[in-house]
């Protein structure tokens, strides 16, 4: 989970994230100010977690831009836990905030292992 960890603070300045952890799951809270639904795509591609999204900007047609800092597309590649899993997955944005949960890869359960000497005969 370092190199996740590694690649959220190594994010562009625009966007901010926090990475949440429970028993059976990783959530990734990412600040995306002007993205909606309809306007970001999230996949799972090779084990990262792969954000493109386009802010939705509003100018005055009487206005124009002296300096633009935000940028319009946002598009950003997170690597994810190995037991982290894109299957039942799921995404909302609520004002510009874009929380992911990706359910973590079930663990296989407890189990004895039965042990034979070399010299039973079965």
């Known amino acids: 989970m370092s190199a996740l ?10 966007v901010f994230a926090d990475l949440l952890e429970s028993d059976d799951a990783y959530q990734i809270v990412l600040d995306l100010p002007g993205v909606t639904a309809e306007t970001a795509e999230l996949r799972v591609d090779r084990g990262r977690l792969v954000v493109e999204a386009r802010r939705e900007k509003d100018v005055p047609a009487e206005f ?22 894109g299957a039942d997955a799921t995404a909302e944005v609520d004002r510009g905030v874009l929380t992911v949960t990706l359910p973590k890869r079930s663990a296989t359960p407890e189990q004895s292992i039965p042990i034979t000497s070399a010299g039973d005969d079965a």
Do not use: I, M
Not at 69 to 76: A, G, I, T
């Open 5 to 14: 960890r590694d690649a959220l603070q190594e994010l562009p300045e625009s």
């Open 64 to 85: 124009h831009y002296v300096s633009e800092e935000r940028p319009l597309f946002v598009d950003v590649e997170l690597p994810l836990p190995p037991d982290a899993t």
